[in-house]
């Protein structure tokens, strides 16, 4: 089982980005998206599931970020637009065979290689 992401690099505020996270040996449930800044803890930022549902958001990213994912693919993206400095962090995907919304990371069996993202003020 592994997830790929990619997708990050440096944009100025107010710009946008897509990460892509392809995932191989296993359809999960529910893929999730984590960010780390430095010196602070990883903490979520959307997931989405094959079941019905909404996707979830963390506060800091409604309106701005918008999780979605192909089966077909098994892919999971996550369109990042109006870009802070804040927002500066590494990016990690995550995947879990169950089929429940979690915003912890001990929820997450799997976890991608993590991708940059850097916002320039």
């Known amino acids: 089982v592994q997830l790929q992401a990619s997708g990050g690099g440096l944009v100025q505020s107010g710009g946008s980005l897509r990460l892509s996270c392809a995932a191989s040996g296993h359809t999960f449930n529910v893929m999730a998206w984590f960010r780390q800044a430095p010196g602070k803890e990883r903490e979520f930022v959307a997931a989405?599931?094959?079941?019905?549902?909404?996707?979830v958001y963390a506060d800091f990213v409604k309106g701005r970020f918008t999780i979605s994912r192909d089966k077909s693919q098994n892919t999971v993206w996550l369109q990042m637009n109006s870009l802070k400095p804040e927002d500066t962090a590494v990016y990690y995907c995550?995947?879990?065979?169950?089929?429940?919304?979690?915003?912890?990371?001990?929820?997450?069996?799997?976890w991608g290689q993590g991708t940059q993202v850097t916002v320039s003020s």
């Open positions: 995550a995947a879990r065979a169950a089929t429940v919304l979690h915003r912890t990371t001990t929820a997450y069996n799997y």
């Open positions: 989405v599931g094959w079941s019905a549902g909404s996707p």
